[in-house]
């Protein structure tokens, strides 16, 4: 099942399993991603509670070891639709037996969509409805569209960063992060996109205050723009080497286990603590021209 929001100027369509984004489109242009299984079979995830790939995919926490696959089960789980008007929409995901099974935590993962003026707000709230310290991390996923008409190629699109400065880069081995490397990130300028820029996976970088990061052209009008306050990193990816006609821009909240990682959920990084009864509150939108 899905729900349908929209405004004057955008349509989006969100689904009820993963409160996933599936559709987002402007003037007969379809800016998500749309899941062909050629490529990748989603369309703009949810990442929760874990963000990438976890050694052995697996993890312990007091001891106790717990599975978990990549980017943790929030995108494969129903969501319940709890408000629905013309231009807004919330979802709310608690946890359960099933969940705790994986996870030992109770939540509520709550999301709610509103249009904005040419873009959409995606808004979050965790719940630690527990009696525990509660250890997650959140990320967004999506994917969008390049080249957004017919007449264009994805080497006539580069991302454009605001600001335009040198970010902090997390570099990748294989699945997991190495944090021992990180570098200076060239994010003072515009990238232009080619297939190989993702030869090395995803490009992490870490960001704080205000960024926003545009999916752009010179040879159109039509871009894509995701931006936020105060989330600590984004990553940005594209198969390699497929040739796939999208790219993610994706603010994430954690991110893998690094190389050296002990598997210990109290001593992973990169990773958000919440105290019990507590919420944490975060956002970030994506505009479209």
């Excluded at 929030?74 to 919330?90: G, P, Q, W």
């Excluded at 808004?123 to 250890?135: A, K, Q």
């Excluded at 990816?237 to 796939?244: D, F, I, L, N, V």
Aim: glycine letters at 6%; one cysteine or more; hydrophobic letters at 35%.
């Amino acid at each position: 099942m899905s729900v349908t929001i929209s405004n004057d100027f955008l349509t989006a369509t969100i689904n009820e399993k993963g409160a996933e984004l599936v559709s987002l489109k402007a003037n007969d242009i379809e800016y998500i991603w749309q899941a062909d299984p050629k490529y990748w079979g989603r369309h703009a995830p949810f990442l929760f509670p874990f963000v990438g790939r976890l050694k052995d995919n697996q993890y312990t926490y007091k001891g106790k070891v717990y599975p978990m696959g990549q980017h943790g089960f929030a995108r494969d789980k129903e969501f319940s639709v709890v408000e629905h008007s013309a231009d807004k929409a919330i979802f709310v995901l608690k946890s359960d037996a099933e969940t705790k099974k994986i996870y030992p935590f109770d939540f509520a993962l709550t999301i709610s969509y509103e249009m904005w003026g040419q873009g959409v707000r995606i808004r979050f709230n965790v719940e630690n409805s527990g009696e525990d310290e509660m250890i997650f991390a959140l990320g967004g996923h999506p994917a969008f569209n390049i080249p957004l008409t017919d007449d264009l190629k994805f080497e006539d699109y580069f991302i454009a960063f605001s600001p335009q400065k040198s970010r902090v880069k997390i570099p990748l081995e294989g699945p997991y992060t190495n944090l021992d490397q990180k570098t200076i990130g060239q994010t003072n300028t515009n990238i232009q996109l080619s297939r190989e820029l993702f030869k090395e996976d995803a490009l992490i970088y870490e960001t704080r205050g205000l960024n926003a990061y545009t999916l752009g052209t010179e040879e159109s009008s039509h871009s894509v723009r995701v931006a936020y306050n105060n989330i600590p990193y984004v990553g940005l990816w594209s198969p390699y080497p497929e040739e796939a006609p999208f790219v993610c821009i994706e603010p994430w909240w954690g991110f893998a286990d690094s190389v050296d990682s002990t598997g210990r959920l109290e001593d992973k990084e990169g990773m958000n603590r919440l105290a019990p009864k507590e919420n944490f509150k975060t956002e970030f939108s994506i505009t479209v021209s």
